[in-house]
C-alpha cells in the first residue's frame, strides 16, 4: 500500500478498521488466555516487586560493593514466591475448614428461614419463596469451590508466572538504556515511553498497597465480630479491591450471610457498616492523596471492562480487568491523538493530569 494511502479512508472507514482490529485482537487473546494469564500475572507481580529489587539492589556491602542484579533478583523471586506459597496454603486451609463448616451453617440457616416464614404468616403476608435453596450455605460453597479451583490452576501454573516475572525484573533496569539506543535523539519519545511505564508504576504499587490495607481492614474488623474465617474474608476484600464500586459489595455479601447465620441480624449489620466504611476511607481518602490524584474510571467503563475481560480471560481476568483497563487509560492519556478517549474513559468531565 503507497505511504499516505491510510489518509484516504473515511472517519467511518478507519472506525470500522479499529473496531476489526479490536475484535481480531479480542479473539486473539481469547484463544490465548492460558498463556496470557501467567505473563499477565508475572509483569503485575513484577511491577509490584521493583520497589523491593530496587532497595536490594542499593543494599551496601562490605568494600563498598553492592548486591549483584542476578542475586536481587533471586531473593525477590524468594520473597514473591514465599507470599504466594503461605496464601495459598492458608487459603487451602480455610476452604477445607468452610467445607467440613457448611452442614452446622445450613441447618442454622434452615432454621431462620423457618422463623422467617413463622413471622411473615403470623402478619398475613406470603412466605412460600424456598430461601434456603436460593440462598443457603452450599450455594456460597459451590461458589467458593469454583474460585478454589481457578487458584489451583493458577499455582500449576506457577513456573511460568515465576519465570515471567525474573526477566521481567531482570530487563526493568536495563529499559531506559533499551530507549535510547531504540530512539537515539528522539528525547521526546523516551520521554514519553518512561512516563507512562512511571505512571503505571504509580497505579499498579498504589492499588496494591491500598488494597492490602483493606484486606487487613475487614479481615480484622470481621475478626473483631468473631465471625469465622476472618483471614478468608480480608483476603477477598484484598483481591475485590481492584474492582471500583462493585468489589466492596462483592467482598461484604459472603461475610454478611455468615454473620447472619452466627450471630443475627445485628452482626450481618455491622459487618456490612465496617465494610463498607473501610472502602470508601481507602478508595476516596488515602488511594487519591497517595497518588497524587483521582484515576478513576467511569462507573460504565468499569462494567464493560470487567464482562470484555472476564469473557478474555475468564475468572483472572476480572480481577485483573480495571488494571489492565487503567494501564489503557494511562497509554491514551500521554498519546495526543487518542487523549480524547482518557477523558471519556475518566470517570469525571475534566482533562486528565499527570500526576505528582
Not at 530507549?179 to 505512571?199: D, I, P, T, W, Y
Not at 478508595?283 to 478513576?296: F, K, N, Q, T, W
Not at 478517549?341 to 482533562?351: C, I, K, P, S
Request: aromatic share 6%; proline share 7%.
Amino acid at each position: 500500500m503507497p505511504d499516505g494511502s491510510i489518509d484516504r479512508f473515511g472517519p467511518g472507514s478507519r472506525v470500522l478498521l479499529v473496531a476489526a482490529a479490536v475484535v481480531v485482537l479480542a479473539a486473539g487473546l481469547r484463544a490465548a488466555a492460558v498463556a496470557v494469564v501467567p505473563v499477565l500475572l508475572g509483569v503485575f507481580l513484577a511491577v509490584i516487586g521493583s520497589p523491593l529489587l530496587d532497595r536490594l539492589r542499593r543494599l551496601p556491602l562490605p568494600g563498598g560493593r553492592r548486591l549483584p542484579q542476578g542475586l536481587a533478583v533471586l531473593l525477590t523471586i524468594v520473597a514473591g514466591s514465599a507470599v504466594v506459597v503461605f496464601l495459598a496454603l492458608v487459603l487451602t486451609t480455610s476452604f477445607r475448614d468452610l467445607a467440613e463448616a457448611a452442614p452446622r451453617y445450613e441447618q442454622r440457616f434452615v432454621a431462620m428461614a423457618g422463623e422467617g416464614r413463622a413471622w411473615l404468616a403470623r402478619h398475613g403476608m406470603p412466605a412460600d419463596a424456598p430461601l434456603p435453596e436460593m440462598l443457603g450455605p452450599q450455594q456460597l460453597l459451590g461458589l467458593f469451590s469454583g474460585t478454589a479451583a481457578t487458584v489451583t490452576r493458577l499455582l500449576t501454573q506457577f513456573v511460568l508466572v515465576v519465570l515471567v516475572l525474573a526477566f521481567a525484573l531482570m530487563e526493568g533496569p536495563r529499559l531506559p538504556a533499551k530507549l535510547h539506543a531504540a530512539f537515539g535523539e528522539s528525547f521526546r519519545a523516551e520521554e514519553r515511553l518512561a512516563k507512562v511505564a512511571a505512571e503505571v508504576q504509580v497505579y499498579l504499587r498504589v492499588k496494591a498497597l491500598v488494597s492490602l490495607a483493606t484486606g487487613v481492614g475487614c479481615g480484622s474488623w470481621v475478626a473483631l465480630l468473631g465471625i469465622d474465617f476472618a483471614f478468608l474474608w480480608g483476603f477477598l476484600a484484598f483481591v475485590l479491591n481492584f474492582i471500583p464500586n462493585l468489589g466492596s459489595i462483592l467482598a461484604a455479601a459472603p461475610p454478611t450471610l455468615l454473620a447472619l447465620v452466627q450471630h443475627g441480624p445485628g452482626s450481618a449489620i455491622a459487618v456490612v457498616i465496617g465494610i463498607v466504611v473501610v472502602n470508601q476511607v481507602m478508595s476516596s481518602v488515602v488511594e487519591p492523596h497517595l497518588m497524587g490524584r483521582s484515576l478513576g474510571l467511569s462507573p460504565l467503563v468499569v462494567i464493560l471492562s470487567l464482562v470484555a475481560w472476564g469473557f478474555i480471560l475468564g475468572g483472572v481476568g476480572i480481577v485483573l480487568a480495571v488494571p489492565v483497563t487503567m494501564t489503557l487509560k494511562i497509554l491514551l492519556e500521554n498519546s495526543e491523538d487518542l487523549r480524547w478517549l482518557a477523558v471519556l474513559m475518566g470517570g469525571g468531565a475534566r482533562e486528565p493530569s499527570p500526576p505528582r
